[in-house]
């Protein structure tokens, strides 16, 4: 999962929208991203739109600021990981 966010982010492209089910698996167990719809080519300006799955939105999109589309992107990443490790989205809301 980290590898193809990297790779996206080598190619300067922010996805904008990473949560489990825009994760795929193939025949191999190899990790695919999909679902590009919100995706965009980054610039050195910050981003303003408001988009993404609000459970794996970064802080800053809830606050409207302008954003770095790299960052808010990790932000989404550490919230899968830690929602695929505990099972819960945060400290006080299991699913």
Not at 29 to 40: C, Y
Not at 62 to 78: A, I, N
Request: hydrophobic share 40%; charged share 20%; aromatic share 12%.
């Amino acid at each position: 999962m980290l590898s193809a966010v990297h790779y996206c982010h080598q190619k300067h492209i922010n996805h904008r929208d990473i949560k489990p089910e825009n994760l795929l698996l193939d025949i191999g167990l190899n990790i695919k991203l999909a679902d590009f719809g919100l995706s965009g080519v980054f610039m050195e300006e910050k981003l303003t739109t408001f988009c993404g799955t609000p459970l794996y939105q970064a802080p800053e999109l809830f606050r409207l600021e302008p954003y770095e589309g790299l960052k808010v992107d990790v932000w989404s990443l550490g919230v899968v990981l830690y929602k695929m490790l505990t099972g819960y989205y945060c400290l006080w809301a299991k699913t």
